[in-house]
Every structure is written in C-alpha cells, then in structure tokens.
C-alpha cells in the first residue's frame, strides 16, 4: 500500500506548501537583490559594531591589567547579539516589507497560511542571519584575531537560544504593528535597544544599577550571555543558565504566538487591512 494511498493528499498538500513557503523567501530574495541598500543590515551594520566594540576592547586592555577579558567579552557579546538581531530583523521587516509594498491584502486572499508565510519569511532570514553574523565573525577575527568558534560546541546551544528570542521578539512587533499600524513600526528596530543593555551583553547582571537587575534576571538573553561569558574564562558551559534560558525562552515563544493570533484576529475583525491597501 503505497503512501499516497494511505494519506490521502497530504504529500501533494505538503508540496504545495513547501511551494509557498519557498515562494515567499525567493520573493523576499529578489527584493534585497533590487535594493542592494538592503544589505546594509547585514554587511555594514555588524561591521561598524565589531569595529565600534574591538577597538573599545583594545583601548580597555592596553590601559588596565585585567582589559583583556573585557576585550574578549566585549568581541563575543557584540557576535552573539547579532544572532539576536539578525533573526528579529529579518522576520520583523519581512512582515513590514509586505505593509510597504501594500501586498498585504494579496496575500490575505491567497491559500497561504499564516504558518506557511512565517516559514518562507525565516528561510529567507535564516540566509540573513548566516551572513549578518558571519561578517561580524569574519571581522572579528580578520581585524582583533578574535575566534568566536573558539569557544567550541557549547557556543551551539547558546546561539540557538538566542536565534529563538529574536523570532520571539519579532512576533511581538508583528502583533503590535498589526494592532497599531504604522506608527509602531520603529520598534522592530527601537526594541532591541531597549533589550540590549538589560541582557548583560557585555558585562555581568551586578553591573546594572540594582532595581534593574531583577528585570535583567527574568529575560532569557542574560542567562544565554551568561553562559557564553562562561566559556570565555573556560569554566565550561553551565548547563543550569542554558536550561534557565531555554526555559524563559519557551514561555515567552507560547505567549508571543498567542499574542500574534490575537493581534492577527483583531486585524482581520476591524478591517485594519484598509490601512495597507
């Protein structure tokens, strides 16, 4: 009995899905080919911040004894953030690349599922991120001798953690732009801001003043900084900041799914779509 007979349509369904989800990361694809300042994201951005941050860790560890940890930290932190930023970015301004062109409502009335549109966006992304993160590597090893791959496999789990907060926090821009419109569009780029300095990117949780540090604690990216801060002074991967972060990380993807689906609900019910059309 062969599969086709045993499922029905679902190998052709998936096709066709798989269809669509690939559709939408080439359509994503030849935009940033048309609109080379596109890449600027991806090319200059993490350079300018590798060169910003390694020279900073260089003026940090030719003045004091112990500069060159804060050297190393100040390297990994800014390659590891842009795990984060990358993969929020990339899904963020994939929705909001669609309320620009006002493609929204074409999309709407095609068979495309939402999850199917959200895939093709992160296939697209994950392209993104390889190359946004691989020019700060790239950078940082060609200009400070800096290896972030020195750091071995335990730097796998930390990154994976953190490449899942950006989507998270890319799904909470979604659901607001969605409910706000264009108005809140800035905070696909002003977020990360705000989430930058509270996760101890650089530095330890102690070093915030105090009544910022329990908010500090409770996002998972300071506990994934933390663990790759840990490596760096090669204590090991401490597994229990992993598992806290992995776990923070999961409540918050439940929370930012159902916050997207609400949003999206509201959009569908007041007719927000006018405001893209």
Not at 113 to 123: K, M, N, P, T
Not at 156 to 161: E, T
Not at 173 to 189: P, Y
Not at 222 to 246: C, D, E, K, M, N
Request: hydrophobic share 55%; aromatic share 12%; proline share 4%.
């Amino acid at each position: 009995m062969s599969l086709a007979t045993v499922t029905g349509t679902r190998p052709q369904e998936l096709g066709a899905s798989w269809q669509r989800i690939r559709a939408i990361a080439r359509r994503h694809a030849y935009v940033l080919l048309r609109s080379p300042h596109r890449l600027f994201d991806v090319t200059l951005w993490p350079l300018v911040d590798v060169l910003l941050f390694g020279s900073l860790g260089v003026f940090v560890s030719n003045h004091r004894g112990s500069g060159s940890i804060a050297f190393a930290y100040l390297l990994s932190g800014i390659v590891l953030w842009h795990v984060v930023y990358q993969s929020q970015i990339a899904l963020s301004t994939g929705m909001l690349e669609e309320a620009w062109s006002r493609n929204m409502l074409n999309l709407m009335v095609t068979p495309m599922s939402e999850l199917e549109y959200v895939l093709g966006v992160v296939l697209f992304g994950m392209v993104k991120l390889v190359m946004g993160v691989g020019v700060a590597a790239a950078t940082a090893a060609a200009f400070y001798a800096f290896d972030i791959t020195g750091l071995g496999w335990g730097i796998l789990p930390v990154a994976g953690i953190l490449l899942l907060v950006g989507w998270v926090i890319a799904l909470f821009v979604i659901g607001i732009v969605l409910r706000f419109g264009a108005g809140a569009e800035a905070l696909a780029w002003g977020i990360l801001f705000m989430v930058m300095p509270l996760s101890g990117v650089f530095y330890p949780v102690k070093a915030l003043p105090g009544f910022l540090q329990p908010v500090a604690i409770a996002l998972p990216t300071t506990h994934a900084f933390a663990a790759g801060r840990a490596l760096l002074s090669h204590h090991g991967l401490p597994w229990s900041q992993v598992a806290i972060a992995a776990l923070g990380t999961g409540v918050l993807l439940v929370v930012a799914v159902g916050f997207v689906v609400t949003m999206l609900s509201l959009f569908r019910r007041r007719g927000y779509i006018t405001r893209y059309s």
